[in-house]
């Protein structure tokens, strides 16, 4: 069935504009990089330009073209090479009414090292944007990558592209963007857990399935299921070692009533020898990661 609910070319242009601007001020591109388009009729979409900033555009700019590539109105501007990869999505998938495509830096890193964001270990990510690929390298511009995204545009919300960047789609241009911004923060916590901390619990198959259950419930039918754990490890809680009041060895006993007199000693001490502490720990976290930073590297 067809989409009859459009936006008007004006509220779409004024959309384009907004995402653009916000991919700039976000670092989401540099320079010229990057396209946006925008759904109006069901063969018709408004993009952004080649060869223009997406921080700096104006109405003036953006192109009106068929989803055949003929274009209807541009103000003497091209549409980008990279249109055709929209233009698959929104052949592919007949729901999606916007597609951005941008240069994160943190998920370009993870599309150059060719490793999907898929890790069960954020219930955010897992439910309003769900796993995503990562595709083999092809050449930007040409008809590889439209043909390489093709068998994911149905089933996932986004890809990485091998070498290259992030796409993402959505119902609406802003959920699409809203999917690239959630696609960089999943990113960047997979990067802290796996490559500074070195460690993350991973949530089980039941955990999994509870968020796949509210995620269905959201309406969500895209995003795929990420690889998870056989059994929960994050059922413990983890408390903090720094209470003031606490001394070594009588966790859970407060300063004693009989000694009111030394209380304030007492939490003079304690604090100086926990912020200490605190301090080494923080200066011991700070140079691992530094260390673990200049590996990386």
């Excluded at 018709?44 to 109405?59: A, C, L, Q, R």
């Excluded at 992030?166 to 241009?173: E, M, P, Q, V």
């Amino acid at each position: 069935m067809l989409n009859t609910n459009f936006p008007t070319d004006y509220e779409a242009k004024q959309a384009i504009l907004e995402v653009g601007r916000r991919m700039y001020t976000k670092n989401f591109v540099a320079a010229n990089d990057g396209n946006i388009s925008c759904k109006v009729d069901n063969d018709i979409i408004w993009t952004t330009p080649t060869g223009v900033s997406k921080g700096f555009m104006d109405e003036d700019m953006l192109v009106k073209m068929r989803l055949d590539g003929t274009v209807l109105s541009s103000g003497g501007l091209k549409p980008s090479s990279e249109v055709k990869m929209h233009i698959r999505v929104y052949q592919e998938n007949p729901e999606v009414m916007g597609v951005t495509h941008a240069h994160p830096t943190i998920c370009t890193s993870f599309a150059i090292a060719g490793i999907g964001l898929d890790k069960a270990i954020y219930s955010e990510a897992l439910v309003n944007l769900g796993t995503v690929p990562c595709i083999h390298y092809e050449t930007p511009g040409t008809q590889g990558i439209p043909d390489s995204i093709a068998p994911y545009c149905k089933d996932y919300n986004a890809v990485l592209l091998g070498n290259h960047g992030a796409l993402s789609w959505g119902k609406t241009l802003m959920e699409a963007f809203f999917r690239l911004e959630a696609m960089e923060h999943y990113a960047m916590v997979l990067m802290y857990t796996g490559k500074i901390l070195g460690k993350a619990n991973e949530l089980s198959f039941d955990q999994v399935q509870e968020l796949l259950n509210i995620r269905t419930n959201m309406g969500i039918t895209t995003g795929g299921i990420p690889r998870c754990a056989a059994k929960a490890s994050n059922l413990k809680d983890v408390v903090s070692e720094y209470t003031p009041f606490i001394k070594p060895g009588q966790a859970n006993v407060g300063i004693s009533q009989e000694q009111p007199s030394n209380a304030s000693s007492y939490y003079a001490s304690s604090k100086e020898g926990s912020d200490q502490s605190y301090k080494n720990d923080i200066e011991l976290i700070t140079q691992a990661v530094i260390k673990r930073l200049r590996e990386v590297n």
